[in-house]
Every structure is written in C-alpha cells, then in structure tokens.
C-alpha cells in the first residue's frame, strides 16, 4: 500500500473457508499522515531499551530520518529534534542495556555485564545472546555493542573473572563468528547502573538525569521493553501484570516530572520462525525456544501495552507502537544456509538468532517509530 494522500484509509479482511463460505470479516482504518515539519522549538527525544536498542541501530536511523538529509528514505532534516542519553554518540544517543527490563529501569540496580575492550571488532545485533570463551574456559554472553570498540559481556554459570587480555573463541549462536581479540576488560563487576537513579535520594528521578547530563527537558520518550522476564505462556494482557506495574512505575514518575512528555511504548516483534529460537535458547521445554508459546506471549504482552494506552489514566500522554504489525520476522531475522540433508547440496535458511533482528530489522523498527514521531510534527 502506497498512499498518495493523506487522510483515512479503511480496508477489509475476510476469512472464507475452502467451499468459499464466508466466516467472518473485519476492518481497519490506516491514517495517512503528511510529512513532519520542523517544530518551533527543539524538541528531545529520549530512546530507553534492552540489547534491541543497545547497539544504536533503531536509534540512529531514527534519528537520521528525523533531523538528516538525503539517504534512503529521505531524511527529513528537521535541525529541532535532539535525541538524548548517555550511552552511543554523536547525535546517536540513548539509553539501552542488554538483558534488562522495566523492574531494572524503575529501581536502584547495576548490571553484572563486563566491558571488554577491543581494537575492532565485526560483530553486530544478530550475535547477541551468543555464547564465547575465554583462555580459562569460562564461558561468557554477548550481552550488547557498545562500540566499535567495546563489547559487553555476562558470565554464563560462573563467577570468575575473565584473563586481563586474550582472545574470546566462539562457542554457539553467533552469525559472525571470528575471535574476539580483547586488549583489556574494564568496569569490574557493576559496569552499568540505571541511568535515571538518583543515587543522593535514593529514588527513581529523572529531573535529576536531565539536571545532570545538562539534556534540559524531555518531551518524547520511546520505549523497547521488553524481551526480557517474558517466561511462559502468557498469552493474555493480564498476564503480563507484573511487567505492566513496573511499567507504570516508570511512566508515573516520568508525567509527574515532565507532564508534557509523550511517551510512545513500543511492542516487540514477532521472533524468529524459522529455527533462531532453539540457536539461543534451547529446545521446546525452554519458554524461549518454545515457538507458539513466545508467540502466544508477544501478542499478550502486546495487548498489555495497548490496554495501558488506552487506560484513561495513561491515554492523554501514552501511545501504543505496534512494531511486530510492521515487521517481517520471516526474513529480518538472522538465518545462514544449510544443507536441506547429508545427500543434498541444495540449501535452506535455518535462523541462527531468536529474537534480534537483522540491520534490516532494526531499520523496520526504526521505520515503525519514525511514523509515530513524524505524525507529532505535522
């Protein structure tokens, strides 16, 4: 579908069954929005995630789109719109930490991960969660990219420290699979600390945050939460209650300091479906490798978030993003080919990562929130 015009466009599903009678059909509207003009006054943009969001690849296209020119699509060059944050660079910035969650973004927490610095490396959001290790044989977890030059790592069933310098070896789940030469690992055992924290009163702040990193406000906060603490079948938005009371932690605290900050809480997608889950995390017994079960629980955390959009307490400054009905999990998602069988040259794309998408992926989320935040500026 490619619009022309901007206004409402209202298309129809039906479902027929094979003699062609008709079961049942339904509806939906697509709001076709102008193109985004440049706001009066510069408008910060806070991004907050998990390992999606990490390696700064949604972030940064989102923020080429928005304040670049040129490219592909073209960039609408808006010279007022600011991402903020601590972690990337330049104008890439934002808040992202692998393996975390809103429980983690809401309390006084730190993070086991451990930086290791490198001279350069060739891994990318496809290899994460796999697993290396270290000349001592402990085995690590890539838990995000930090840089070109540092990668973060958890310890995986131990509790030793990695050799001062070396090389990480490749055990399972990565796509790019060189050695990981390392010059120095830094940070100790508490490398990353909730950046909206005030450690003098003890409490979530985020006046403090801006105060601190000279950001001064915030007006739009995109949420990537969360692939993490998704445990089982959980295929209801009430199931989801824990999660989504961490959530409104975090979004209390947010409207009562900046009550004019929208905040645009983006789903996840779909994962992989063609064999990535079981690259990471096991087999069917395993809740993650277990396809239809995380299916189950993608939708139902998804219709959480929408039920909290649409709550009336949360409505006037909470907008829903639903990435996984803008995704293609079918070919965005990492896959190398094999060999259909021992006897058989003839290939297939087997996925080798379950739930981080490939750099094609992380522009489609990209692409999903872009369209959120354009419409705020028409």
């Not at 399972?172 to 924290?197: E, L, M, R």
Request: proline share 3%; aromatic share 10%.
């Amino acid at each position: 579908f490619t619009p022309t015009t901007a206004g409402v466009k209202t298309f129809t599903i039906s479902l027929y069954d094979r003699d062609s009678t008709l079961i049942t059909s339904n509806s939906c509207s697509i709001n076709v929005s102008n193109t985004g003009t440049n706001p009066a006054t510069t408008k910060k943009v806070l991004c907050v995630g998990d390992s999606l969001t990490s390696g700064g690849d949604w972030t940064g296209e989102l923020q080429r789109m928005l304040a670049q020119s040129g490219g592909t699509p073209v960039g609408l060059n808006m010279s007022n719109v600011e991402l903020i944050g601590t972690q990337g660079s330049g104008s890439n910035l934002y808040e992202g930490y692998g393996g975390k969650h809103w429980e983690w973004y809401i309390n006084e927490t730190t993070s086991p991960d451990v930086p290791f610095n490198v001279t350069s490396h060739d891994k990318i959001s496809a290899d994460l969660v796999s697993i290396w290790q270290d000349s001592n044989a402990n085995q690590w977890t890539l838990e995000s990219i930090s840089s070109a030059t540092v990668l973060v790592f958890s310890r995986l069933n131990h509790v030793a420290g990695a050799p001062s310098s070396g090389t990480l070896t490749h055990v399972s789940g990565a796509t790019n699979t060189s050695d990981v030469a390392y010059n120095s690992v830094g940070g100790g055992s508490s490398t990353s600390v909730n950046p909206f924290w005030n450690s003098t009163t003890d409490e979530l702040d985020f006046t403090n945050y801006v105060t601190d990193n000279s950001f001064g406000t915030i007006d739009y906060v995109c949420v990537l939460l969360t692939w993490n603490r998704m445990a089982g079948d959980r295929a209801l938005a009430s199931d989801h209650a824990d999660l989504i009371n961490d959530a409104k932690v975090f979004l209390d605290k947010m409207h009562s300091q900046y009550p004019d900050a929208k905040v645009k809480l983006m789903g996840i997608q779909l994962p992989s479906t063609n064999g990535g889950l079981a690259t990471n995390y096991g087999d069917a017994n395993n809740d993650y490798g277990n396809y239809f079960s995380l299916v189950r629980t993608v939708f139902g955390l998804n219709l959480a978030y929408q039920d909290l959009a649409n709550d009336p307490s949360y409505s006037s400054f909470v907008e829903f993003v639903n990435v996984s009905a803008q995704f293609d999990s079918l070919y965005n998602m990492p896959s190398s080919a094999r060999p259909v069988n021992n006897r058989n040259t003839l290939t297939e794309d087997i996925g080798s990562n379950g739930v981080h998408p490939t750099d094609d992926g992380q522009m489609q989320i990209a692409d999903a929130i872009f369209r959120s935040m354009n419409a705020e500026f028409i």
